[in-house]
């Protein structure tokens, strides 16, 4: 009778560790669909239009170009999404990332919206500014230090997050009609001026389905 007891709690043991297993991934699925975007050591998946020899990798790091540029992720569109990158301004240094935007040859992105990167620069709109949309005037991160940024869209709404802090919650009415509006493209990365001089890393997206609102 025990040998057969013995074999009974083997067997049950066998049967839930699989089960098991399998919770955790199941309670991490908010994590799950992240891309990759920039690899670290190559420009694989991304495009830049005017100035396109300026962008640069450092240790890891996307460099702006020393002018105005954008360089552009081509491997695939978004609607809804969550976004984040790390960043490092320098003093002085101007930058931007447009989301829904379009491939453009050269000037400032047309389509969709930036997210401003600013801290210092003389331009008084500072990052996680909604360009032209939703201004904030006073910096919530500093030159030199690494800082994530991170954007969501869902819907007709966007909310810009600095380092876990919400920037910003806003909703795009409905019936905008101005190109520069929420609807479908792509990521783009701004160099603004000569002297602006701004570090990218852990670039970071995935797409949200219909069940999903992250907070």
């Known amino acids: 009778m025990k040998t057969l007891a013995l074999v009974h709690l083997a067997i049950s043991c066998f049967v839930t560790l699989p089960l098991n297993a399998k919770e955790p991934a199941a309670e991490d699925k908010a994590t ?6 920039f690899d670290g050591k190559t420009f694989d998946g991304w495009k ?9 990798i450092e240790d890891g790091t996307i460099r702006t170009a020393p002018g105005r ?13 969550e976004f984040k990158a790390e960043v490092k301004t320098t003093p002085g240094s101007n930058s931007g990332i447009y989301f829904h935007t379009k491939w453009q040859d050269k000037g400032w992105p047309k389509h969709g919206h930036e997210s401003q990167v600013n801290q210092t620069h003389t331009d008084p709109v500072k990052s996680g500014s909604l360009y032209n949309v939703v201004k904030l005037y006073e910096s919530p991160a500093k030159d030199g230090q690494w800082y994530e940024h991170r954007i969501v869209v869902k819907g007709n709404n966007i909310r810009v997050h600095i380092n876990g802090k919400l ?5 795009e009415p409905n019936g905008v009609t101005d190109e520069r509006r929420l609807s479908k493209g792509t990521i783009a990365l701004q160099s603004h001026d000569p002297k602006s001089v701004v570090y ?4 970071r997206i995935r797409p949200l389905g219909d069940e999903e609102a992250s907070q």
């Open 32 to 37: 799950q669909n992240w891309i990759t975007m």
């Open 167 to 171: 920037a910003h919650d806003y909703t």
């Open 69 to 81: 540029s954008h360089l552009f992720y081509t491997a695939s569109d978004f609607t809804d999404f």
């Open 48 to 56: 830049a239009n005017e100035m396109a020899d300026g962008w640069k």
């Open 200 to 203: 990218y890393r852990n670039l």
